[in-house]
């Protein structure tokens, strides 16, 4: 069993992880989360509370955070979530085995936050964060080795633990400058809206650098037959005539311009054309399509098409 001190401190670090996290959700969903972490320290602060009320717990927060984002699955609904597991994972921790879980699993909260905000108050409440966690940790190591009676000051654990740091920072820092890094994470939550080369209906000058260091792929073509020298491979998609000084966009006026006639060339290609998922409607062909899939209209400049879900889209061009 933990004794009262170790506890503290273990409560200490999972709430410490837990704030920088929480001032990136929602401002209702962190006091909700907030309020809810501090009940839940207070009553489990002698022992783990039953089974049956930390699934309750565990369920109704998932079904608070999954309706305040919007039942939207992507990064910021999957931090939400972390903070709410957070925030209850105090009610299963009564021994040494399970104060060591909470505290690892609360260094999980700060790094998710860099995720959503790389702003000097997420560092700095990061970097006491992981102090207390460390702090935390050599506490229970003490715990675990009978010198828990050994009275340190705070000052010298948390030296101790800067220390540690110090020790393992240079191969750290070789691992990060030395070893290569994936050009895309493990995961699959959709990151946020940037610059990206696929299909905007909006373009800032700015974002230039940003798209032409990206090689993420926008769509992939398959073609059926006969394959188009790259040099011709020329694709034509939305066109951005006004400019308001900062963003082009295109001109709303363009919407009400009839479709060019198109006229059929000695030079014909069958090809699909698979897009990206997006939040865009706009499609791209080559050259000027002879005919459309379904669903979609041609424009004066570009096509649209009104199921925005990634699909494989069928066409021929002239």
Known sequence: MLDPHSRGWVLLAA?????????QVPRP????LGVTALVVAVLARRQALPGWLRVIAALALAAVVMVVMGFNLGRDTG???????????????????????LVGFSLFAPFATFLLDQGPLSLVLGLLAAT??????????????????????????????????AIGLPLALAAFWLFPRLASPLWGAPERAQARPGLSDSMTPGEWIEMLTDDTPAARVRFFGRVPP???????????????????IQSPAVRY?????????????DYELELEPTDREQLVALDLPA????????????????????????????
């Not at 969903?29 to 909700?32: K, Q, R, S």
């Not at 003490?142 to 009275?151: F, I, N, P, Q, W």
């Not at 790259?230 to 939305?238: D, N, P, S, T, V």
Request: proline share 5%.
């Open 15 to 23: 709430l410490s992880c837990l704030l920088p996290l929480l001032l």
């Open 29 to 32: 969903l962190a006091i909700w």
């Open 79 to 101: 931090c939400a979530l972390l903070a709410a597991m957070l925030a209850i994972k105090p009610a299963e921790t009564s021994g040494l085995r399970d104060a060591r879980s």
């Open 132 to 165: 207390l966690g460390l702090v935390a940790l050599q506490r229970l190591a003490d715990l675990e080795s009978g010198d828990v009676h050994r009275a340190l000051p705070t000052w010298r654990r948390v030296a101790s633990a800067w220390r540690m740091v």
């Open 230 to 248: 790259k040099e011709q491979m020329y694709w034509r998609g939305l066109v951005m005539v006004h400019f308001d000084g900062r963003t082009w």
């Open 257 to 269: 311009f009839p479709a060019p006639a198109v006229a059929l060339g000695s030079s014909r290609w």
């Open 291 to 318: 005919m459309t899939p379904a669903g979609a209209t041609l424009g004066a400049d570009c096509m649209r098409h009104r199921d925005r879900s990634p699909s494989g889209l069928a066409t021929r061009s002239a």
